[in-house]
């Protein structure tokens, strides 16, 4: 039974927001659970929850995290740097304070995580060398950084996250980001220096999609 990777995608996700699943057939960690508990829920099937891991704090990819967590009474796992956003939309705080440099293991693979500050003060990656993967939310995605509905909040340490934590990963790496469509860090990286040229302005209109869809969810 080896570990893989699954994606609910698109409304089901949480309004245009990714989702995604790592395990095999008998256990599971729920990355980003989303709005939809219920269609997350039906991914994952009688397979048991060992943990819900949420890259950042921002409404569209958390409000399902404590549904789908109570399931099988896994733990719920933030950067503490995200408290305030998540302390938004839950009264019940998160079980698992992240770290950079932490680890989960899920069947019989492992996910590392990578502080990536910008998009929020408590942003991460989650680098699965196993499966050739890394989980971005929303630091970085096919059309670029995220920003949100007010702009970039630190646009220039979002860059250096990419670059620091993102592209030093192995060409072949797929990014599975919180929005859209997935990508490889060697096509991320031939975009790098158009987006780092756009300025937080003209990088927030390539995004557009996901900060509309991050606005439509997020209360702040």
Same mark, same amino acid.
Request: negative net charge; aromatic residues 4%; proline residues 6%.
């Given at each position: 039974?080896?570990?893989?990777?699954?994606?609910?995608?698109?409304?089901?996700?949480?309004?245009?927001?990714?989702?995604?699943?790592?395990? &095999?057939?008998?256990?599971?960690?729920?990355?980003?659970?989303?709005?939809?508990?219920?269609?997350?829920l039906?991914?994952?099937?009688?397979?048991?929850?060992?943990?819900?891991?949420?890259?950042?704090?921002?409404?569209?990819?958390?409000?399902a995290?404590?549904?789908?967590?109570?399931? %099988?009474?896994?733990?719920?796992?933030?950067?503490?740097?995200?408290?305030?956003?998540?302390?938004?939309?839950?009264?019940?705080?998160?079980?698992?304070?992240?770290?950079?440099?932490?680890?989960?293991?899920?069947a019989?693979?492992?996910?590392?995580?990578l502080?990536?500050?910008?998009? @929020?003060?408590?942003?991460?990656?989650?680098?699965?060398?196993?499966?050739?993967?890394?989980f971005?939310?929303?630091?970085?995605?096919?059309?670029?950084?995220?920003?949100?509905?007010?702009?970039?909040? %630190?646009?220039?340490?979002?860059?250096? @996250?990419?670059?620091g934590?993102?592209?030093?990963?192995?060409?072949?790496?797929?990014?599975?980001?919180?929005?859209?469509?997935?990508?490889?860090?060697?096509?991320?990286?031939?975009?790098? &220096?158009?987006?780092?040229?756009?300025?937080?302005?003209?990088?927030?209109?390539?995004?557009?999609?996901?900060?509309? @869809?991050? @606005?439509?969810?997020?209360?702040?």
């Open positions: 039974m080896e570990a893989r990777i699954e994606g609910v995608t698109g409304p089901a996700g949480g309004d245009g927001a990714n989702a995604w699943i790592v395990g &095999d057939d008998e256990e599971v960690i729920v990355v980003d659970p989303g709005t939809d508990a219920g269609a997350v039906a991914a994952v099937g009688d397979r048991e929850i060992i943990a819900v891991i949420c890259t950042h704090g921002h409404a569209g990819h958390i409000t995290a404590l549904e789908v967590a109570a399931r %099988d009474e896994a733990p719920v796992a933030l950067h503490a740097a995200d408290r305030v956003s998540w302390l938004g939309v839950h009264k019940q705080q998160p079980d698992i304070e992240m770290e950079d440099g932490g680890t989960f293991g899920v019989d693979v492992s996910l590392e995580v502080h990536a500050p910008g998009h @929020s003060p408590g942003s991460v990656c989650l680098y699965c060398e196993d499966l050739d993967a890394v971005t939310g929303d630091v970085v995605t096919a059309d670029g950084p995220v920003a949100r509905d007010h702009g970039f909040p %630190d646009f220039s340490r979002q860059l250096s @996250s990419i670059g934590e993102v592209l030093t990963l192995p060409g072949e790496t797929r990014i599975l980001p919180g929005h859209g469509p997935e990508l490889t860090v060697a096509q991320a990286e031939k975009s790098f &220096d158009s987006w780092a040229a756009a300025g937080p302005s003209g990088a927030a209109s390539l995004g557009e999609s996901a900060r509309i @869809s991050e @606005s439509a969810t997020d209360g702040e």
